[in-house]
């Protein structure tokens, strides 16, 4: 039997560990939604930077335009950083896999050190890389039925950082679209990001980690593979199967 979910929000994350950017479509490919995790910022130990270690990444808003990558700090500072500038050739460490980017130069993403407090690099995806800077797999799903359940006064859906967020189906095998297949994989464990406030970037543990570690094995929404790429709307329909 098949049932259908419709797509509520699609979201992109240019810089990894950075603010979402809500789209109304996005072309769909092997690497996820186009634009999303094509940058990251990295430590001296080439680790790409995370919320984890550096909250305050929740609040810094990037734009990506056709020849440059905007970075707004709020009131202390906005850089343009032309993306003719990502040159120096380079790894970036997710997780343990080296995954190939570019460096921009230092003097133009020194605005970032002083926000963040820490030595650090921006780096743009390598054009020949065959993964994003994601955590693992291109497409994270939620469902606003698995928020619904969740049932934690105060902690919306960014909390979670999808890149689909659905309504009116709750399991899958795969979801499809008029141009898109999407196969599920396997569930996405959480971890601390959950607690922090994705607007100021403040740490307000211990929930919903708390609650989804008793009820919900520690998972919330599911990573997704791309079966068949094409353009993916909000307000669209998808198959589930």
């Known amino acids: 039997m098949q049932v259908a979910g419709r797509v509520v929000s699609l979201y992109v994350y240019p810089v990894k560990a950075c603010?979402?950017?809500a789209v109304e479509d996005a072309a769909l490919g092997p690497l996820g939604l186009e634009h999303d995790r094509r940058f990251a910022?990295?430590?001296e130990d080439g680790c790409a930077l995370t919320q984890r270690e550096h909250p305050l990444l929740a609040t810094v808003q990037a734009v990506l335009g056709k020849d440059?990558?905007?970075?707004d700090f709020g009131s202390l500072a906005q850089v343009n950083i032309p993306?003719?500038?990502f040159v120096t050739s380079i790894p970036?460490?997710?997780w343990g896999k080296r995954i190939a980017g570019r460096a921009a130069p230092a003097s133009l993403v020194a605005p970032a050190t002083d926000y963040l407090g820490t030595r650090l690099q921006l780096i743009a995806l390598d054009a020949a890389e065959e993964r994003s800077f994601a955590d693992?797999?291109?497409?994270?799903?939620t469902t606003t039925g698995m928020l619904a359940r969740l049932d934690i006064p105060d902690i919306g859906m960014e909390r979670f950082r999808p890149n689909v967020v659905l309504e009116g189906v709750r399991d899958w095998t795969a979801l499809e679209g008029k141009d898109v297949l999407l196969e599920r994989d396997k569930p996405c464990g959480r971890c601390e990001v959950t607690t922090i406030d994705q607007m100021s970037g403040e740490r307000r543990g211990p929930e919903p980690l708390r609650t989804l570690t008793k009820r919900f094995d520690g998972n919330f929404g599911v990573y997704c593979r791309v079966a068949r790429g094409g353009r993916l709307r909000r307000g669209e329909i998808l198959r589930a199967s």
Not at 136 to 141: G, I, T
């Open 83 to 85: 993306l003719k500038s």
């Open 19 to 21: 603010r979402a950017v």
């Open 136 to 141: 693992s797999r291109p497409v994270l799903v």
């Open 41 to 43: 910022f990295i430590g």
């Open 92 to 94: 970036v460490d997710v």
């Open 68 to 71: 440059a990558l905007r970075l």
